[in-house]
């Protein structure tokens, strides 16, 4: 008689010793095995973007745009990239060739854009509020942003929309303005905020936030 493989053996073993073990701890044991088969990822809010063409257009509000003039694109530059490494089979559009359109072009409606750059779809970040200062001394990263999914081949229908809880870099500390440069923090706090928005798109770790006053430490 032929021996089973050594995995379908460790399996079963597996399975015996769990079966086996008091009531009181199977439950936790059961979640232990889930977490090493599965991990600890959780799925993605919108999985639409897996095999389309996409744009990422950022919209600050125009009193952001002179206090942070580049943030609305150095966003959604980042949110391109995170996008283009972990969606799969996803196109993304260069953010050259969506902010030189911006620049040349009126539009109001984000299906005005995805036209333009015969896209799929537009992912737009409505960003409603942006501050890196808490006092005059310390840095607290503050924003407020809400997400658009268009479906620009059905006539600009928004298929995903989601108002964000504000984001708040570090979540519980300031940073003493002595320990970063502006910009250098601007680009730390961008970094985050663009994390938080592209997750919704791509299993991510749902914990992950859980770390950032420590990363803002280090």
Same mark, same amino acid.
């Given at each position: 008689?032929?021996?089973?493989?050594?995995?379908?053996?460790?399996?079963?073993?597996?399975?015996?010793?769990?079966?086996?073990?008091?009531?009181?701890?199977?439950?936790?044991?059961?979640?232990?095995?889930?977490?090493?088969?599965?991990?600890?990822?959780?799925?993605?809010?919108?999985?639409?973007?897996?095999?389309?063409?996409?744009?990422?257009?950022?919209?600050?509000?125009?009193?952001?745009?002179?206090?942070?003039?580049?943030? #609305?694109? =150095?966003?959604?530059?980042?949110? $391109?990239?995170?996008?283009?490494?972990?969606?799969?089979? +996803?196109?993304? /559009? *260069?953010?050259?060739?969506?902010?030189?359109?911006?620049?040349?072009?009126?539009?109001?409606?984000?299906?005005?854009?995805?036209?333009?750059?015969?896209?799929?779809?537009?992912?737009?970040?409505?960003?409603? #509020?942006? =501050?890196?200062?808490?006092?005059? $001394?310390?840095?607290?990263?503050?924003?407020?942003?809400? +997400?658009?999914? /268009? *479906?620009?081949?059905?006539?600009?229908?928004?298929?995903?929309?989601?108002?964000?809880?504000?984001?708040?870099?570090?979540?519980?500390?300031?940073?003493?303005?002595?320990?970063?440069?502006?910009?250098?923090?601007?680009?730390?706090?961008?970094?985050?905020?663009?994390?938080?928005?592209?997750?919704?798109?791509?299993?991510?770790?749902?914990?992950?936030?859980?770390?950032?006053?420590?990363?803002?430490?280090?």
């Amino acid at each position: 008689m032929a021996r089973p493989p050594i995995r379908r053996s460790l399996i079963l073993l597996t399975i015996l010793a769990i079966a086996a073990l008091p009531a009181a701890g199977c439950q936790s044991v059961m979640l232990t095995a889930m977490y090493l088969i599965k991990g600890t990822d959780v799925d993605p809010e919108y999985k639409g973007l897996k095999g389309k063409k996409v744009a990422v257009v950022c919209r600050p509000l125009v009193s952001l745009q002179y206090r942070n003039a580049n943030v #609305g694109r =150095d966003l959604a530059e980042k949110i $391109t990239r995170l996008l283009q490494a972990k969606v799969p089979k +996803i196109k993304t /559009v *260069d953010q050259q060739t969506v902010a030189q359109w911006l620049d040349e072009n009126t539009w109001d409606e984000y299906v005005e854009v995805g036209k333009a750059l015969d896209v799929d779809a537009i992912v737009g970040i409505d960003l409603e #509020g942006f =501050d890196i200062f808490q006092g005059q $001394t310390l840095y607290q990263g503050k924003a407020n942003a809400a +997400i658009q999914v /268009v *479906d620009c081949r059905d006539g600009g229908k928004v298929v995903f929309e989601k108002t964000l809880p504000q984001s708040v870099y570090p979540p519980n500390i300031g940073i003493p303005a002595s320990e970063r440069t502006e910009g250098g923090f601007r680009a730390e706090f961008v970094t985050v905020l663009a994390d938080q928005i592209a997750r919704h798109f791509y299993a991510h770790d749902p914990h992950a936030d859980m770390a950032l006053d420590a990363k803002a430490l280090d």
